[in-house]
């Protein structure tokens, strides 16, 4: 039987749920020893009489269109059972907030080809697109996509769903990392690459830190990681896909 492309490795994974589960099972199948350890948790909104007042104006009808740009947006959905109006388009960042909105029985119209916020606001530039938009997103989200959209004219409102809180790893997974035991780290976010390096003060020189795509990689190296791997999408599948490839070079 041939050898697994990551066999041997393990793998930290710093995000838990669904994704965790599903890039952890994708790990094991090339071989690797995944470790999840979540890093990063979501709370609800500080100004929540704010975002009850937006999802009450979505589902009046009062946006011509609502960018989805995380899975955790949906949760907040499902929890204020919001109803999206068919007057109301959905553009979803990322396949992953696709697949969640539609697992939620929301519909999709529309999603960027690089799965980014950069993307999306780069396909809308000279199109058609007007009318209010709403952008509910994290505390700490970058501010590339509302800038982006108020930067062509589109008349947007950016509504706090949710607050982005860092998680503890335990001890064992500490002291892990720090001996080069866990020979590779996923970053999901600029979020988790943050976490990243405030929990782990210095990594060893030959751990390899894979980036989910341009502009994570981006906010790893702000974060004061040295990045080796970055994925092309902003996918799992891309991610292990370019993890597979690096530890190929040797």
């Known amino acids: 039987m041939a050898p697994k492309p990551l066999g041997g490795l393990r793998v930290l994974v710093p995000r838990g749920g669904k994704w965790g589960d599903g890039i952890a099972a994708t790990l094991r199948s090339t071989g690797a020893t995944p470790v999840i350890a979540p890093m990063i948790n979501f709370a609800s909104a500080d100004d929540g009489a704010a975002l009850a007042n937006a999802l009450h104006e979505l589902q009046d009808g009062q946006y011509d269109w609502i960018v989805v740009t995380s899975a955790t947006t949906v949760d907040v959905f499902i929890g204020h059972r919001v109803t999206i109006p068919e007057t109301t388009r959905v553009a979803a960042v990322g396949e992953t907030t696709g697949a969640a909105l539609m697992l939620a029985g929301y519909r999709v119209d529309f999603t960027p080809n690089d799965n980014s916020a950069r993307g999306l606001v780069a396909e809308w530039k000279g199109s058609e697109i ?16 509302v800038s982006g959209l108020d930067e062509l004219g589109i008349e947007v409102q950016y509504v706090s769903a949710y607050r982005t809180v860092g998680v503890p ?67 799992a599948d891309s991610l292990v896909a370019a993890l597979i490839e690096h530890v190929a070079r040797g």
């Open 130 to 145: 007007s009318g209010r938009v709403l952008v509910p997103q994290s505390d700490v989200a970058e501010p590339t996509l």
């Open 169 to 235: 790893v335990a001890d064992g997974v500490r002291a892990d990392v720090a001996s080069g035991r866990i020979g590779a780290i996923l970053v999901s976010s600029g979020s988790v690459a943050r976490q990243i390096a405030a929990q782990f003060s210095t990594l060893p020189d030959d751990t390899i830190v894979a980036c989910i795509g341009p502009r994570t990689a981006f906010d790893a190296r702000a974060a004061g990681l040295t990045v080796d791997v970055i994925a092309e999408e902003r996918s």
